[in-house]
C-alpha cells in the first residue's frame, strides 16, 4: 500500500537517511523514490523504499513511537542518528561531514 498520509514529510526523512547521508545521494529529489508501508504495530512501522532506476529496494525500521513523534516535531537529530546506526548495520560508508 502506498503512503498517502504525511507523504511528504516521509520523503523528508528518507531524503535525510538516504539521500544525504547513504547509499543513494545521487538522489537530488526524494519524489525519485516510492515508499510503501509494508508493516505496521503498536510499536514498529516498516517502510519499504524503493528507487526505480536501480531496482533496488531498502527497508526501513521505525521502531519507536518516540523517535517517530521526534521527527514529526522537526528535530532531524534523531534521523541522523538513525541513519548512521542504519549504515552501519548495512555496511554502507557515510562520508558524513562533521558539522
Known amino acids: ?48 523504499i524503493t528507487r526505480q532506476d536501480v531496482r533496488e529496494t531498502y527497508n526501513l525500521f521505525l521502531i519507536t513511537q518516540q523517535e517517530e513523534i521526534a521527527l514529526y516535531n522537526g528535530e532531524k537529530n534523531i534521523a541522523i542518528e538513525k541513519g548512521r546506526i542504519l549504515s552501519k548495520a548495512l555496511n554502507i560508508d557515510l562520508n558524513i561531514d562533521e558539522e
Open 1 to 48: 500500500m502506498i503512503i498517502n498520509t504525511d507523504e511528504l514529510l516521509l520523503k523528508e526523512y528518507i531524503s535525510v537517511l538516504f539521500v544525504k547521508f547513504g547509499k543513494w545521494r545521487s538522489i537530488k529529489n526524494p519524489s525519485e523514490l516510492q515508499i510503501f508501508k509494508s508493516m505496521e504495530s503498536q510499536t514498529m512501522s516498516v517502510l519499504s
